[in-house]
């Protein structure tokens, strides 16, 4: 695409979402949309830029006029002088005497109307003042040059062009001041000052108002002329204001873009570092793991045997102490065994094993399998003939014992408590699965995190549940949701695609 055509369209897309479609012969104001005070003053602002882009390229227009007549004072002084020069021997009447008096006039008048406007022209370009003494002064010319051609009907056509060149100027009251120049001039010519002149037709009070009737017709054409490229610099205003107000809008556009650009950039970067050490800690975490499990494995064994032999000696369990520490050494070994499990559970994904899987049934399993807690319900809310979806069966059964505990765990103390689970085939032919409860909700400030890798508020907790839930639902192709109120409850949604190998099945992040 062309410069110019990059041009066209900003302005067309300007146009049409500021101003609508622009009239072409009526100059419009910026419309501002009303009830709106920051509008109004937009478009203010707006209305205010083009009119001093208007005044600058009348500006400009005016100064280039100036310095036209500039250089065609000086040719029409040297004409006139030439003009006399050669009409002082009267050649129209040769029983006249060459006389000097046509060189002396062009002399002294022609040297005022000479200088006094291109010293102006070259003092104050642009002015008032410069292109009014310009308009007297250039009739003022037609007049010195009908006088010196002793009045030959010719040279009185030298007031229109004067008219014609003082348009240039794109001002009708200088068109206005030339025209009334040429009557009243013509009019003391009919009079005899400075002596009597030849008029157009009959006597000499027609002549002056047939003077005034094409001098009048040619100014009206004139001013309509003006009025209208007035009208057409002005919408080339409007065009440039609105091309001003998209490329800034576009600019600060662009910026936004950079700037959001670069904070996803410096997001990226944090992203791929913690990924990194995360990477790191994982393989550290599974070699550990693995390093550990056998040895605690050898600690329970060893454990559950010195327990047997110790009952089979008298007297050796009456000490409660020494069945305390014994209890507290298997309970705290099972909680390194099961820490190392799901360490090794969140670094090695194993494959998926696909097969349907009832989610009414799973679900009063995983019932059975979540420790109760009194005061505390779980409802089953499956429907039983609900399409069973291909899952990792065992998988996901893990993830939905991990979220009815959290939220058994996570019931106030007092309050009666119920954690519901349901599940229907959604919108995009995908499921749906939510575990809602109405205990004291997640935190603002706690929710951004909890599927954060070792993160926890609870006190024993490993902060691996939630982590381990999303990478599984994550590798079914799926998507985990969570909704939560502080004080009211929360809501896990679990979205997995009917069939994993249909094509068009999505879920919704």
């Known amino acids: 695409m062309s410069k110019n055509q990059e041009t066209d369209a900003l302005a067309g897309r300007a146009l049409a979402s500021h101003l609508g479609t622009l009239e072409v012969m009526r100059p419009t104001p910026l419309a501002a949309e009303p009830g709106r005070q920051d509008s109004k003053l937009l478009d203010a602002a707006l209305e205010s830029r083009v009119r001093w882009l208007l005044s600058e390229y009348l500006s400009a227009v005016r100064r280039r006029a100036d310095g036209l007549c500039i250089w065609l004072m000086g040719g029409q002084w040297l004409f006139a002088l030439a003009l006399a020069v050669v009409t ?117 009070g027609w002549s002056v108002l047939e003077l005034a009737f094409w001098v009048g017709l040619v100014d009206g054409v004139l001013v309509l002329a003006c009025r209208g490229v007035a009208r057409e610099m002005r919408r080339v205003a409007e065009r440039q204001v609105l091309l001003e107000r998209a490329y800034e809008r576009e600019k600060q556009e662009r910026e936004r873009v950079t700037e959001r650009s670069g904070r996803e950039l410096e997001d990226s970067r944090e992203r791929m570092a913690r990924l990194e050490k995360l990477a790191a800690v994982g393989q550290l975490t599974a070699t550990v793991s693995h390093e550990l499990r056998n040895p605690l494995a050898a600690a329970r064994t060893a454990n559950a045997a010195v327990a047997r032999r110790l009952r089979n000696v008298e007297g050796a369990l009456e000490d409660p102490r020494l069945q305390r520490f014994l209890a507290i050494v298997d309970r705290e070994l099972g909680v390194c065994a099961s820490l190392t499990s799901e360490m090794l559970e969140f670094v090695r994904e194993r494959p998926l094993v696909l097969q349907p899987c009832s989610l009414h049934g799973l679900m009063e399993e995983v019932i059975d399998v979540v420790p109760s807690r009194e005061g505390v319900a779980v409802v089953n809310h499956v429907p039983t003939a609900l399409e069973p979806p291909w899952v990792d069966r065992e998988m996901l059964r893990k993830v939905l014992i991990n979220l009815v505990q959290n939220a058994v765990e996570a019931m106030p103390l007092g309050r009666q408590g119920v954690v519901e689970v349901s599940a229907e085939l959604g919108v995009g032919r995908a499921f749906h699965i939510r575990v809602s409860d109405n205990g004291g909700g997640i935190p603002a400030g706690v929710l951004d995190h909890i599927f954060d890798p070792l993160f926890t508020t609870k006190e024993h907790g490993t902060g691996l549940g939630l982590t381990v839930v999303s990478s599984t639902v994550r590798q079914h192709g799926g998507t985990l949701r969570v909704e939560s109120r502080e004080g009211e409850g929360s809501v896990f949604t679990i979205c997995l695609p009917r069939v994993r190998s249909v094509t068009g099945v999505a879920c919704s992040s």
């Not at 129209?92 to 008096?101: I, K, V």
Request: net charge positive; hydrophobic share 50%; proline share 9%.
């Open 88 to 204: 002082s021997a009267h050649p129209w009447d040769w029983r006249l005497r060459p006389s000097p008096e046509p060189l002396w006039v062009a002399l002294l008048l022609g040297g005022p109307l000479c200088i006094i406007p291109v010293t102006l022209a070259l003092v104050r370009p642009g002015a008032v003042v410069t292109r009014q003494v310009m308009a007297v002064t250039q009739v003022l010319w037609s007049v010195l040059l009908v006088h010196l051609s002793g009045a030959r009907l010719e040279t009185h056509f030298h007031v229109f062009g004067s008219l014609a060149l003082l348009s240039f100027y794109r001002d009708p009251r200088v068109l206005l001041t030339a025209g009334v120049t040429a009557v009243v001039a013509h009019v003391l010519r009919g009079i005899g000052w400075p002596e009597p002149g030849a008029t157009f037709s009959g006597a000499p």
